[in-house]
Each structure stands twice: as structure tokens, then as C-alpha cells.
């Protein structure tokens, strides 16, 4: 009798779906983004409007992903929805795209985010110090110590994610409440100390303004960026039904509740001027707010955050490319599941290997830029990915429905069609270099599939 394959265990409720939905959103983008908004849109309550009309863009695209991920309570979310809606190709080339730029890249900015910022308290894994340096021909190559202390996070978290899953997701959900906590201190006391700006949030709305809202509304989106996470650990969720859209949405809105709050406390900090010529904002903010040693408690929490960041990414991304493997559309060694943790131990380690590599090189900054246009056009994809699965399989249970369907997926779809029309006005170059990135996908599935239809034969 041949032994039972080890699966996946569902052991994921809709808290810990809420905290890495949290925890995967929040990373240094409401402490830095602030700043081109306020630049594109220097209007109090056009910036708040902003983030608002964001989040309720974002949530339903969690409306909309929360039906999916129900219909398929399966390990990589995006992954079955698309190789349902379309076929296996476009659930390959989503997978295949996130291992080599899309998920991978963004593990790898999200290390040497966390090295930057270490290196401002341990100044040995400070991006200026040098380790090494490595001539190649008229380029050099420089270990810092930025560098290594991304990898080290990665490998970190890694092993307690082999622990298992409930592991992985105690320590992402105890960094996500300490960024929480520390982001409601900042909201609480700024909200209510005597603050050197009075927001007008009713001044004449400017000149051009809609122009300029559709400008910011770029950078806001991208603000929520990795709300989708929880759908990629979809096969690890128990009572799936229930608890991936409970999950989904009630993160969605906690981070569109925070989004808000912590805005409406930097325009009470910083007049707008200020604020669109201040990188670190948060910083900045809590500066002027509490005095100068405030800054540097801020730049502990950005480190939090990242690091909180980073390991929601590390334990649901690691989830699309063990069933692609087990699909027989990618190395078949990815498909193991650890006998006795239940973890895709062989998907981590290769996604952490190919991460640090990105890291150790510095070239993830350049390819991120090749496959923010693909990664968007998977966005849509998903999106309309419903109304396809909605027609071809009427008779599919679905646990839970999309409130407001067909116009909350529309919303989204037109969300994520004008951030593709952005990225491509804005980095034609490299839009088509990313698509040209999925195109070598193409040579790869064929050869994946032959090998699998041969082994079926034989």
C-alpha cells in the first residue's frame, strides 16, 4: 500500500487572514509615499479623498478575489482562479512571472528595505558599509551591509516558516499587532495633541484638479498593493467559505481605516508644501508633532513594519509554485510537501534562494520596474476572471458571492486597467520588456508540458 501523500493543513482562521492582509499591505509606503501625492495633489481633502476612494477600489477587488478564493480553497489563489478562467497557461505565467520578478522581487525590496533601515541602528548592515567589492569588467559588484542583513531576514523567516504554519503565522501576526499598535500610537496622540497645521479639507478644489486626483490615485493604489496575499494561502485556511473572504475583507478595510487616520495625522504635522518635499514623511511628522527624538522611534516602526512586510509575503507567496509543480508545469521537486510541518518546504527554499540572489545582486530595483505592467495586467485578469467562471461554471458551489456583483468587479477591473494605461504611458520601455519576460514563459510551458504528457504515456 503506498503511503498517503502529505497535504497542506488548514489551520488559518479569518484573524490571522485579517493580519496578513494587514501585515502584507503595510510596509514603508504610508511612512514614504505621502509625499509624491501631496505633489501631485496639494489639496488636504482631495489627499484624503484619495486614500479613500483607494481603499474602496481595493476592497472590491477583496470582494471580488473573496468569491474565488471560496470557489477554489486551494494553496495559490490567483494561480487557480486564472488556470480556471482561461486555462493552465494563464495560471502558469502569473506563477511564472512571480517567481522570476513579480513576488520573488518584491520579497527581495522588501530585504533591502529592512537592511536600509537596520543600518540606521546596527551600522555594520548599513548600506554605505562595504563588505566586498567584486570587479566585472567595467561594473563593480558591492556586498554591504544592507545586503546581507536582507538575506539574513529572508533566511530568518524562512526557517520559522518551515516550523509550520500556524508558526509562520503567529510570528507574522505578532509583528503585524506590534506595527498596529505602534501606528495607533501615532494616530491616537496626533490626533488629539496641539499640532502646528489646521487641515483645510473644504479649500477651493484647484485648478485641473481631476487630472492631478488621477495622478495620485496611481501612487495611492500602489500604497495597497499585497491585499491579495491571503487568497495565495487559500488552501491552508480551515471552514475556506467562511473565513478567506472574512479574512480578505476586514483586513482590506482595517487598512483603509489606517490609510485614512495616519494621512489626516501628517497634514496636521506638515503643511502641504512641506510634506510633498519630505521622503520620510512619518518621520518628518512625528518630528514636528513630538520633537526630534519621535523620529527616530518612527524609524524603528518602519523597521517593524518591513519586517512584518516581508514575512507575510515570504508565507503566501511561497504557496504559488507548489501546486504549479504538482500540475506538472514547473520543477517537479517544488510539489514536496514536508511530512511532518505540512509546509511547502522545497517552494520556500527555492523562493528564498532566488530572493537573496535578487538581493546579493541589486538588480531587483530594474527588473521590478520590467513587470509592474504584467503584474497589473494579471490584476485585471483575475478581475475578470469572475465574470468568465460566473458563465462557465454556473453550477460551481460558491460559499460566498460578491456583494454588489457585476459592478464591484467593474470598479476594480477599471482600477487596474488605468494603472495599466498609467504604467504604460509612463515606462513603455519597460512594460514591453516585462511582457517580453511572460513571452519567454512561453518555451518553458511547452517544454513542461511535453515532459509531463511523456511521463503520463510512459
Not at 26 to 31: K, M, P, V
Not at 217 to 234: E, K, N, P, T
Request: charged share 10%.
Amino acid at each position: 500500500m503506498r503511503p498517503q501523500t502529505p497535504t497542506l493543513v488548514r489551520a488559518l482562521g479569518a484573524w490571522d487572514g485579517a493580519l496578513i492582509t494587514i501585515g502584507a499591505v503595510l510596509g514603508t509606503a504610508i511612512f514614504l509615499t505621502p509625499a509624491d501625492i501631496a505633489r501631485s495633489l496639494p489639496h488636504a481633502g482631495l489627499i484624503l479623498t484619495a486614500w479613500i476612494v483607494g481603499g474602496l477600489l481595493t476592497l472590491a477587488g477583496a470582494l471580488t478575489y473573496a468569491e474565488m478564493g471560496a470557489m477554489f480553497p486551494r494553496a495559490g489563489g490567483m494561480y487557480h482562479f486564472l488556470k480556471e478562467a482561461y486555462g493552465p497557461l494563464a495560471g502558469f505565467l502569473f506563477g511564472w512571472g512571480s517567481f522570476l520578478v513579480i513576488m520573488s522581487g518584491g520579497i527581495a525590496a522588501l530585504a533591502a528595505g529592512f537592511g536600509e533601515y537596520l543600518g540606521g541602528f546596527l551600522p555594520f548592515f548599513s548600506t554605505k558599509h562595504v563588505l566586498a567589492s567584486l570587479p566585472i569588467g567595467t561594473w563593480t559588484w558591492n556586498l554591504s551591509g544592507g545586503r546581507v542583513a536582507g538575506v539574513l531576514a529572508i533566511a530568518f523567516l524562512t526557517a520559522v516558516n518551515f516550523a509550520g504554519v500556524k508558526e509562520g503565522a503567529w510570528v507574522q501576526n505578532l509583528v503585524t499587532i506590534l506595527k498596529i499598535g505602534s501606528l495607533a500610537a501615532l494616530a491616537g496622540v496626533g490626533l488629539f495633541i496641539s499640532a502646528p497645521v489646521r487641515p483645510d479639507l473644504a479649500a477651493p478644489l484647484p485648478a485641473g484638479f481631476l487630472a492631478a486626483f488621477g495622478v495620485a490615485m496611481i501612487s495611492v493604489l500602489w500604497a495597497y498593493d499585497g491585499w491579495y496575499c491571503f487568497a495565495l494561502s487559500a488552501g491552508e485556511v480551515r471552514d475556506p467559505g467562511r473565513n478567506i473572504p472574512r479574512g480578505l475583507i476586514l483586513g482590506t478595510a482595517a487598512v483603509l481605516v489606517i490609510y485614512g487616520v495616519i494621512n489626516f495625522v501628517y497634514l496636521r504635522a506638515l503643511p502641504i508644501p512641506v510634506l510633498a518635499q519630505t521622503p520620510r514623511v512619518g518621520e518628518a511628522a512625528a518630528q514636528a508633532l513630538f520633537g526630534a527624538g519621535a523620529a527616530r522611534l518612527v524609524s524603528a516602526a518602519i523597521l517593524v513594519s518591513i519586517f512584518g512586510c516581508l514575512s507575510a509575503n515570504i508565507l503566501t507567496c511561497s504557496r504559488i509554485y507548489q501546486p504549479m509543480a504538482q500540475d506538472g508545469l514547473f520543477f517537479r521537486s517544488l510539489a514536496r510537501i514536508d511530512p511532518r510541518h505540512r509546509v511547502p518546504t522545497a517552494s520556500l527554499l527555492a523562493q528564498a534562494a532566488w530572493a537573496s540572489v535578487l538581493v546579493l545582486s541589486g538588480t531587483f530595483e530594474q527588473l521590478y520596474t520590467y513587470v509592474v505592467f504584467a503584474e497589473v495586467l494579471f490584476y485585471a485578469a483575475t478581475g475578470a476572471a469572475l465574470y468568465v467562471l460566473r458563465r462557465a461554471q454556473p453550477q460551481t458551489p460558491r460559499p460566498y458571492r460578491c456583494w454588489g456583483y457585476p459592478w464591484v468587479p467593474a470598479l476594480f477591473i477599471l482600477s487596474s486597467l488605468a494603472l495599466m494605461a498609467n504604467t504604460l504611458k509612463e515606462r513603455p520601455t519597460e512594460s514591453l520588456i516585462g511582457l517580453g519576460l511572460l513571452v519567454l514563459g512561453l518555451p518553458a510551458y511547452a517544454a513542461w508540458r511535453r515532459a509531463g504528457i511523456r511521463r503520463l504515456v510512459e
